[in-house]
C-alpha cells in the first residue's frame, strides 16, 4: 500500500493570512432574572418597614395602626427612597433583558468607558485606591449608624468614636448591641486566626531586587538551559510582545535533573536578572502540625506573590525540591509505581524511542511487559554490573513526599486561579449594577520548581497552564565542564595551564556545578595544608582523588596480601589498557576504602549514550581479568574477591543473550518467562559465551605477562598510580609518580622474576614472602597528557589499534618461576 504523499513535496505559496477570530462570546442582551431575584430587596424592605410599625405599636398601643404607619413613614423615609430606586433598577435591567443596543450601551459606553479609564491606572495604585474607598465606604456607614443611635451629628460621631469605643465599648454610650455581638464573634475568630497565622509562619523567605547579586554570567556549563530560561524573562518583563498578538505569557517552569547542577543557582540569576522581588519556599514550608495550616500558608503566599506582583510589575517564585510537595496517586496509596532501576532497564531496552512506533495501547503493554520482566529477572540477580548503570537515567521516579492534607489540592487551586474575579463585595455590588465582572489584574508571577525526581510531582501540576516549561538541567558538557572549572580557578591563586585545565575537565565526567566547585576549593585546602596559597597541578589531582574516591584506609596488613591485590587490579588494568578505546585510566590502587580492597578507574575520552556488542564484550573481558590474573600468576588459583567481578560479567552476558540481540536468538525475554529446561539452555550459552570471553582475555593477558607485573610491582610500591603512570610503564618513559624506563630493563625482569616466585611460594603454603621486592627510585614529573584528540589519530594509554590484532601486540613475557602458565579451567558441564 503506497502512501498518499507524492514521491517530491514541492512547497507552494502561502496561504491567506487568518487574523484572530474577535471574541462573540458576550451575549447581546442580559439573562433574565428570577421573579425572586427580581423582587427580593423590594420584599426585604417592606418586611424591615412592617416589623418597625408592629414594633413601635407595641411600645405606643393606644396609637392606632394608620397612625403607627404613617408616623414611621415619615420617620424612615429614606426605606422607600430605596424600594423606589430598587424598582428604577429593575426596570432598567428589564430592558436590558429585552433590548440588546441598549444594553450594549450600559456595558460599552458607560461600565465599559469607566473600566478603560481605570485600567490605565497602574495596578498597584489602584489597589491601594480601591482598599481605600472600601474602607472609607464601610466606616462612613458605620459612623451614620453610631450617629443616629447618639443623636449626633455625622462629625461629631466621627471625632467622639475613639473615645466612647475605647472607654466604654459594651455600655450605652457604645456600641449597638448588633455591633457588640458582631465584635465578640470577630474577637473569637481573631484569636483562633491569629494560632493559626502564627503556626503558618516561616519557610518562606523574601528577597527584594537590591538583595539577589546572582546573574546569568555566574551559571556556568548550562548554556542551552539558560538560553531557554532568557526567552520567559523576556515575556516576564515584556510581556506585551506575546499578548498582543493573541498569546500569553508562561506561567511555570520546572528545572530538573542530578543534584548540583545550578537549578536553584538558575532560579537566583533569572530574579537577579529582571530585578523582581524573589520568594523562596523552602522544602518543608508546607509540613504542618495541624491540618489546614499547610492550606492556610498557601493562601497566605499567593495572595503575597500577587501584592508583590501588582507593586513591582512581577515576581519570582521558586519552590527548591518540588517533589515534597507530594502526588495524590502517592498519597493514595499507590503501590504499583516504577523505581529509578525498572525505568532505566526499560529505556536501555527502546534507546531508540522505540515505543514512538506503536500506538498508545501498544506502548503500555510493551512498558508493563518490561517492567514486569524486569522485575522477575531482578529477583534472581543480586546486583546491577557497574558497566550496565553508567548511562544517566532519563526517567526519575521517586517515592513518597508531600506536606499534608490540602496542601498539593490548594496549590494546584491557586496556580489555575490566577485569572478569576476576585473580591465578594466588588462582584456582588457590580452584579447589582448590571456591571461586567470586574476582571483581576495580570499578575505578573513566574513560578519556577526543581527537583531531582520530577515523576514524584502530580501530574495535574505538570499539566500546561501551570508548568508550560520543563528543562532538564543535566550534567555540563566538556565544554561546559571547561567553562565551569575555569570560572572557580579564577577565584584562587593557581599555577594551571588550559591543558590542565581541559585535561582535568575531561577526568570529570560527570561533575556538576556544585562537585567541581568542591574540587576547586578542595584544591585550595590541600595547597594551604601544604603551607602554600597558590594551587598547583599535584594538588588538583589529590583533592579530585579524595572528592570522587573517598580517603584511603591504607594498604593490606601483609605484604603476600598486597601482591595478591596487585596483581588483581594489574589484570583489570593491562585488560583496559589493550581493550578500552573510548575510556582511560584514571587511577589504580590497592588502597583499601571501606570493603574494598583497591579498584581501577577509568575516565571516558568520548561522551557516548550507548554501548555496542564489541564493546560490551570487552567490558566482560575487563571483569575476566582479574581472574585470569590470579590464576595464572598463583599456579590455578584465584580468591573469593573475583565474585563481584563474576557477577557483572555474568549479568552483562544475560542482558546480552536475552535482551538486546547480542546472541544467536532475536527474542526478548527476562529469565521469568523460561522454563526449567529452557533455563538450563540459557545458562549453557551464557556459560559457553564466558567461557569464549575468558579465553579471549587469557591470550591477551598471556602475551602480556611482564607488562601485568611490571603494573604490579608499581602498585605494591606505590600503592596508587594514574593513568599516566600506566601508559609510561609500557612506553618506558617518564610518568607522574614513576619513571617507565626502569620496567622495560633486563634487571628489572630478572629482580622481579625471582621475587614473583617466592610470593608464588609463599602463596601456595600460606606464609611470608622470603624475599625482598626490588624497589625503584620514580623521579616523578608532572608532565601533561593530553586527552580529549580523535580516536582515530591518538591513543594516549595504548599501542596503536591493528585490525588484524585488535588486542594489541604481544610484547612477549615470562611466567613466574620460569614455568608454562596455567591453562584455562575446562567447561562446566
Not at 532505566?344 to 510493551?366: D, F, I, M
Request: charged content about 25%.
Amino acid at each position: 500500500m503506497s502512501l498518499p504523499f507524492p514521491d517530491t513535496f514541492e512547497p507552494g505559496p502561502p496561504g491567506p493570512l487568518h487574523e484572530p477570530a474577535p471574541d462573540d462570546r458576550e451575549p447581546r442582551t442580559r439573562p433574565k432574572l428570577l421573579f425572586w431575584d427580581r423582587s427580593r430587596i423590594v420584599i426585604f424592605l417592606m418586611v424591615f418597614f412592617g416589623m418597625s410599625v408592629a414594633i413601635k405599636h407595641e411600645d405606643i398601643p393606644i396609637l392606632s395602626w394608620g397612625e403607627v404607619a404613617r408616623s414611621e413613614l415619615q420617620a424612615k423615609w429614606w426605606l422607600f427612597a430605596l424600594a423606589g430606586l430598587e424598582i428604577l433598577h429593575q426596570v432598567h435591567l428589564f430592558v436590558c433583558e429585552r433590548s440588546g443596543d441598549y444594553n450594549q450601551f450600559w456595558d460599552e459606553k458607560v461600565w465599559g468607558a469607566w473600566e478603560r479609564r481605570m485600567s490605565k491606572l497602574n495596578p498597584w495604585l489602584r489597589y491601594r485606591l480601591g482598599r481605600m474607598v472600601k474602607v472609607v465606604i464601610w466606616g462612613s456607614i458605620a459612623l451614620l449608624i453610631f450617629s443616629r443611635i447618639w443623636g449626633v451629628t455625622f462629625l461629631e460621631a466621627l471625632v467622639q468614636a475613639p473615645g466612647r469605643l475605647w472607654s466604654n465599648p459594651f455600655g450605652n454610650a457604645g456600641m449597638p448591641w448588633f455591633f457588640q455581638i458582631f465584635f465578640a464573634l470577630a474577637f473569637g475568630i481573631i484569636q483562633i486566626g491569629g494560632i493559626y497565622w502564627f503556626l503558618s509562619r516561616g519557610g518562606i523567605d523574601t528577597y527584594m531586587p537590591r538583595d539577589i547579586k546572582t546573574r546569568f554570567s555566574d551559571v556556568w556549563g548550562q548554556d542551552k538551559v539558560l538560553d531557554k530560561v532568557k526567552e520567559n524573562i523576556v515575556f516576564l518583563e515584556r510581556p506585551e510582545e506575546i499578548e498582543s498578538k493573541g498569546g500569553h505569557v508562561p506561567g511555570g517552569m520546572l528545572l530538573w535533573g542530578p543534584p548540583g547542577t545550578g537549578k536553584t543557582l538558575m532560579a537566583e540569576a533569572v530574579a537577579g536578572e529582571t530585578g523582581k522581588p524573589y520568594v523562596f519556599v523552602d522544602p518543608g514550608a508546607f509540613i504542618q502540625m495541624f491540618v489546614g495550616i499547610g492550606a492556610l500558608k498557601v493562601k497566605r503566599l499567593f495572595a503575597k506573590l500577587r501584592k508583590l506582583s501588582l507593586r513591582y510589575g512581577g515576581v519570582i517564585v521558586f519552590f527548591d525540591e518540588a517533589d515534597t510537595l507530594g502526588n495524590r496517586g502517592q498519597m493514595s496509596g499507590g503501590f504499583n509505581r516504577v523505581s529509578s532501576d525498572e525505568a532505566h532497564a526499560v529505556a536501555r531496552t527502546s534507546c531508540c524511542n522505540g515505543l514512538h512506533y506503536v500506538g498508545e495501547n501498544t506502548a503500555h503493554l510493551a512498558f508493563s511487559d518490561a517492567v514486569d520482566t524486569y522485575r522477575t529477572a531482578r529477583a534472581s540477580i543480586a546486583e546491577e554490573p557497574v558497566s550496565m548503570i553508567r548511562r544517566p537515567l532519563n526517567i526519575i521516579m521517586g517515592g513518597m513526599g508531600g506536606g499534608g492534607m490540602g496542601v498539593l489540592q490548594s496549590l494546584l487551586t491557586e496556580m489555575s486561579g490566577l485569572k478569576k474575579p476576585r473580591g465578594a463585595v466588588s462582584r456582588r455590588i457590580r452584579s447589582l449594577l448590571n456591571m461586567k465582572p470586574k476582571q483581576p489584574p495580570k499578575y505578573r508571577i513566574l513560578v519556577m520548581m526543581a527537583t531531582n525526581m520530577p515523576s514524584s510531582l502530580d501530574e495535574a501540576m505538570l499539566r500546561p497552564g501551570r508548568i508550560d516549561r520543563k528543562y532538564k538541567v543535566d550534567y555540563p558538557t566538556l565544554e561546559g565542564r571547561i567553562k565551569t572549572f575555569n570560572g572557580y580557578f579564577a577565584k584562587v591563586r593557581h599555577v594551571l595551564t588550559e591543558d590542565q585545565v581541559h585535561r582535568l575537565a575531561v577526568m570529570s565526567p560527570r561533575a556538576s556545578g556544585a562537585s567541581i566547585k568542591d574540587i576547586v576549593n578542595e584544591s585550595l585546602i590541600v595547597a594551604i595544608r601544604k603551607g602554600r596559597d597558590t594551587v598547583t597541578w599535584p594538588d588538583v589531582l589529590e583533592a579530585k582523588t579524595f572528592k570522587m574516591h573517598g580517603m584511603a584506609d591504607g594498604v593490606a596488613a601483609t605484604e603476600l596480601e598486597q601482591h595478591e591485590t596487585a596483581i588483581h587490579e594489574a589484570g583489570h588494568a593491562v585488560a583496559f589498557y589493550f581493550l578500552a578505546r573510548r575510556s582511560v585510566i584514571d587511577i589504580a590502587t590497592i588502597e583499601q576504602r571501606g570493603d574494598v580492597g583497591g579498584f581501577v578507574s577509568p575516565v571516558p575520552i568520548e561522551e557516548r549514550k550507548f554501548d555496542w556488542r564489541s564493546e560490551l564484550d570487552k567490558d566482560v573481558m575487563i571483569f575476566l581479568a582479574s581472574l585470569v590474573a590470579e590464576r595464572m600468576f598463583f599456579g590455578g588459583d584465584n580468591s573469593v574477591g573475583v565474585s563481584g567481578d563474576m557477577n557483572s560479567a555474568t549479568t552483562i552476558v544475560r542482558r546480552m543473550l536475552s535482551r538486546v540481540a547480542m546472541g544467536d536468538t532475536l527474542t526478548s525475554h527476562g529469565l521469568g518467562d523460561l522454563s526449567d529446561s529452557q533455563r538450563r539452555e540459557f545458562d549453557l550459552k551464557v556459560e559457553e559465551k564466558l567461557q569464549e570471553l575468558y579465553q579471549r582475555t587469557y591470550e591477551l593477558i598471556d602475551a602480556n605477562r611482564w607488562f601485568l607485573a611490571a603494573i604490579a610491582h608499581a602498585l605494591q610500591q606505590h600503592h596508587t598510580i594514574t593513568g599516566e603512570d600506566v601508559d609510561a610503564i609500557y612506553k618506558g618513559t617518564q610518568g607522574p609518580t614513576l619513571d617507565g624506563a626502569v620496567y622495560r630493563s633486563d634487571g628489572f625482569l630478572e629482580q622481579y622474576g625471582s621475587y614473583l616466585g617466592a610470593a608464588q611460594d609463599a602463596h601456595r603454603a600460606q606464609s611470608q614472602i622470603r624475599a625482598i621486592m626490588p624497589r625503584f627510585d620514580p623521579h616523578p614529573v608532572h608532565a601533561p597528557v593530553h586527552y580529549g584528540m580523535p580516536v582515530a589519530s591518538r591513543d594516549p594509554y595504548g599501542p596503536p589499534v591493528d585490525p588484524a590484532d585488535p588486542y594489541g601486540p604481544a610484547a612477549g613475557g615470562f611466567a613466574p618461576n620460569g614455568g608454562p602458565p596455567p591453562p584455562p579451567p575446562p567447561p562446566r558441564p
